[in-house]
């Protein structure tokens, strides 16, 4: 048995707490005090085509308070910082700390606080439709984490459990390609679905030379730092999305959250700069998407 702490019981965070437990796992999910009360009285739902319907009674924290061996980050990247209060390094002690958030720039930022940072990323369309009931409606469920040296040890046992569950998990051993990769993926995706407000199969038959211009760009900043640079395999990928597939910055869009534009956007226009990358298209969308908020 893994001991498991979820902070942030949204579309993913929700959808591994969900799951774990069916394995033995203990299972602790870390919630503001509100949300913690409603997730007690309510439980937890999900609904999946991969994982079936289940129904879990999970336990509820308000601050990390009991030893355990890891920890899942998963709130969005603009609700971070102020998230992290819920773990404190004390309790955290010699967990590995597994951020699954949209960028690349929050690893730092969980570097200066924690030991033991294991990047990871989740490829799946997952999301909270009220307190605890989580709707995954991809067919797919796609974890990676990337760990050397010691912490490839208990990276690897946390792959192995997300496996037994029924996820897709692979332990790899270069993170800038993997952090990248999922990157350059998400991001032309997100910035014009939310830009346009229109699934993926609109923006490929209405804005096709746009998407092909940032994919590119997205591709040229991602090689500079190490990823994949190939943009004509990026844009292949694209091509096999369901036509009504909507990212979760253009869902968060709709519900009139906070977008991860800075988290997504900015960190392509950071390393763009840093690396002397001309990126026109994805500068402007990200200005005309920061100018509607």
Not at 41 to 60: I, M, N, Q
Not at 112 to 134: D, F, L, M, Q, W
Not at 181 to 190: Q, R, V
Not at 272 to 277: D, F, M, S
């Amino acid at each position: 048995m893994t001991r498991y702490a979820v902070l942030g019981p949204g579309g993913v965070g929700g959808l591994l707490a969900i799951v774990l437990p069916s394995q033995g796992h203990d299972v602790v999910v870390l919630a503001r005090p509100e949300t913690a009360t409603a997730l007690r009285d309510s439980g937890f739902r999900l609904a999946s085509p991969l994982f079936g319907e289940r129904t879990e009674s999970l336990d509820v924290a308000t601050v990390l308070d009991r030893p355990v061996d890891a920890v899942f980050v998963t709130p969005k990247a603009t609700a971070l910082t102020n998230s992290l209060d819920l773990l404190p390094l004390d309790a955290v002690g010699d967990a590995i700390v597994v951020p699954f958030l949209n960028g690349v720039d929050h690893l730092a930022l969980l570097r200066e606080r924690y030991r033991n940072v294991v990047p990871g990323v989740i490829r799946v369309e997952s999301t909270k439709v009220a307190p605890g009931v989580i709707e995954h409606a991809s067919a797919f469920a796609r974890i990676e984490l990337a760990a050397t040296g010691e912490l490839a040890g208990p990276a690897g046992r946390v792959v192995d459990d997300l496996r037994a569950a029924g996820f897709d998990a692979t332990l790899r051993d270069d993170e800038n390609a993997m952090m990248w990769s999922k990157l350059t993926f998400l991001g032309p995706i997100a910035l014009l679905t939310t830009r346009y407000q229109a699934p993926i199969g609109i923006i490929r038959d209405e804005h096709g030379d746009e998407l092909r211009k940032v994919i590119e760009e997205f591709a040229a900043v991602s090689g500079a730092e190490g990823g994949p640079g190939d943009a004509t395999a990026m844009a292949a990928v694209v091509e096999t999305l369901t036509p009504e597939m909507k990212s979760s910055m253009q869902r968060d869009a709709e519900a009139g959250r906070p977008l991860e534009l800075d988290a997504i956007g900015g960190a392509v226009l950071r390393a763009a700069q840093r690396h002397g990358i001309p990126v026109p298209t994805t500068t402007r969308l990200v200005d005309e998407l920061g100018a509607r908020r």
